[in-house]
């Protein structure tokens, strides 16, 4: 279940879930309280993040294939410039862009406060010709409590990152279920969807890891069998500025 405080939409810890970065994020548990109520319905929010790739527009075709949407939470180091200009596509097909750093670079984003927010003015400034730079939806590389970062910024870099989001006006989205689609070696598309099935557990809200980089290819082969699962399980398919509401 989860709890929305100043702004930060966070879970308890998810079993079997590796790395968003592949080997530092972890989860401190979080209390449910009763402002916080379980969904009347189930839903799901399919997250995508570190694209645009060459296979974001071969996840775009399944999702309307399947008349659903999702949300992805983007960079642009440089690397994958040449495919921002999807973003356009992307959100005229009713998705959501979530900010998630231009650089992806832990040793530079994490050494305090200021680093970290020049880092996300960087790539909002990337993101404008695409009409997208306003996004209020943030993910931090590594989650919010992630540990690398104690290594760059000090024990407390993730509170006060989390603190001025929330003053920001920020929407902080984590996740509670894994694909493990980037944990090191490239898994099959069968391990994909296998994982990211037997993380669902027993949530009825659901908000899905996965990753449309150059290196995950195996997630566009999993992606129609995980959204059938979904819909034939009874869920509903929400993008993530819905968890502000």
């Known amino acids: 279940m989860g709890v929305l405080a100043l702004g930060i939409w966070s879970f308890a810890p998810p079993t ?11 989860f401190a548990p979080v209390e449910a309280s009763a402002d916080s109520p379980a969904p009347a319905e189930k839903e799901v929010y399919l997250t995508f993040d570190d694209g ?20 992805f939470f983007v960079i642009a180091d440089g690397n994958n410039d040449k495919y921002l200009p999807i973003l356009t596509r992307l959100v005229s097909e009713g998705n959501e862009i979530g900010l998630h750093s ?7 984003i994490y050494t305090g406060d200021n ?5 996300i003015d960087m790539l909002k400034e990337k993101l404008e010709p695409y009409g997208c730079a306003d996004s209020k939806l943030l993910r931090f590389p590594g989650g919010s409590s992630n540990t690398v970062s104690r290594k760059y910024g000090g024990s407390g870099i993730m509170y006060t990152l ?5 003053e920001k006006g920020y929407t902080v989205v984590d996740w509670n ?3 493990d689609d980037a944990a090191g070696r490239k898994p099959s598309a069968n391990e994909v969807y296998n994982h990211t099935i037997e993380d669902v557990g027993k949530h009825t809200q659901c908000i899905v890891l996965m990753h449309d980089t150059k290196a995950t290819g195996t997630t566009v082969d999993a992606l129609p069998a995980i959204i059938e699962w979904f819909k034939n399980a009874g869920f509903t398919f929400k993008t993530c500025s819905a968890l502000a509401s």
């Open 16 to 26: 079997g879930c590796s790395a968003e970065d592949l080997e530092y994020q972890t």
């Open 52 to 71: 645009p790739s060459k296979y974001t527009e071969e996840i775009l075709d399944i999702l309307n294939e399947y008349c659903v949407n999702a949300t």
């Open 102 to 108: 231009c650089t992806h670079n832990y040793s530079k």
């Open 115 to 119: 680093s970290f927010w020049e880092d």
């Open 162 to 166: 989390e603190k001025e989001a929330a």
């Open 177 to 179: 279920v894994c694909s």
